[in-house]
């Protein structure tokens, strides 16, 4: 079933006296549980799809359609009340709040929507557990490692139960094995879970674990394969 559907996207930046074209007409379909990899040299527009299927940027021109509805049609708060309950973010760096605690960081999308403190709480340890991070609950990020960051990262991403998850070079910043192991995580949550999943990376190993990979070029699908050997 077609979960996601982006038609026509183009997107620019700048003004009158200079103007760049980053996308430059992306037609693209995700189905309900499918795992993707986005790939392509740096520059090409892979990280500016991302933020327009999620909702952080709007297209110069073109939709992109959530259950056949498009969400650009949608006010800015509106628009942030869908981001927030259907989408779950995942970056190379991880962006979690130095002053607070792994369980803290878990806790805070629930908590910014309003939520009650005790049920944000006990999510926010089951995920942890979950990412395998039991004993690492009260650890603040600079007292964890980067891989164990980036599990607390992902945690927070899921807090809110989105049916999409979107990862913009998530082992990046990451060792070859500590990668695998995060990578490896995803695939889990993919597989158990029936999360939709968008990863952006310049991995090839990782990318070619993934049935279906993107390649871009010049703001372009070049080309959308299917692999017989992948797994998502």
């Known amino acids: 079933m077609e979960l996601i559907r982006a038609e026509g996207l183009y997107k620019s930046y700048g003004n009158k006296v200079k103007t760049v074209d980053v996308l430059k007409g992306i037609d693209l379909s995700v189905a309900q549980g499918e795992?993707?990899?986005?790939?392509?040299?740096?520059?090409?527009?892979?990280?500016?799809l991302l933020h327009l299927i999620?909702?952080?940027?709007?297209?110069?021109?073109?939709?992109?359609?959530?259950?056949?509805?498009?969400?650009?049609?949608?006010?800015?708060?509106?628009?942030?009340?869908?981001?927030?309950?259907?989408?779950?973010?995942?970056?190379?760096f991880h962006h979690l709040l130095p002053e607070f605690t792994a369980l803290e960081n878990v806790m805070m999308p629930r908590l910014i929507g309003g939520e009650d403190m005790a049920l944000a709480g006990k999510m926010a340890e089951g995920l942890l557990c979950d990412v395998g991070l039991k004993e690492r609950l009260n650890h603040k990020p600079g007292e964890l490692s980067g891989g164990e960051q980036q599990r607390v990262a992902i945690a927070r991403a899921l807090i809110r139960s989105p049916e999409v998850l979107l990862a913009d070079e998530p082992t990046g910043n990451l060792d070859t094995y500590t990668g695998d192991d995060v990578f490896n995580l995803l695939l889990r949550f993919n597989e158990e879970k029936g999360i939709t999943m968008?990863?952006?990376?310049?991995?090839?190993?990782?990318?070619?674990?993934?049935?279906?990979?993107i390649s871009m070029v010049d703001g372009k699908i070049y080309e959308d394969a299917m692999q017989s050997g992948g797994r998502g």
Not at 198 to 213: D, Q, S, W, Y
């Open 35 to 48: 795992m993707i990899a986005v790939v392509g040299a740096s520059g090409v527009g892979k990280s500016t």
């Open 54 to 92: 999620g909702a952080l940027d709007r297209p110069t021109k073109g939709g992109v359609f959530y259950k056949g509805e498009n969400i650009f049609g949608q006010t800015d708060k509106k628009l942030a009340v869908f981001r927030n309950k259907n989408i779950g973010f995942v970056f190379q």
């Open 198 to 213: 968008i990863i952006v990376t310049h991995n090839e190993r990782l990318a070619g674990k993934m049935r279906r990979i």
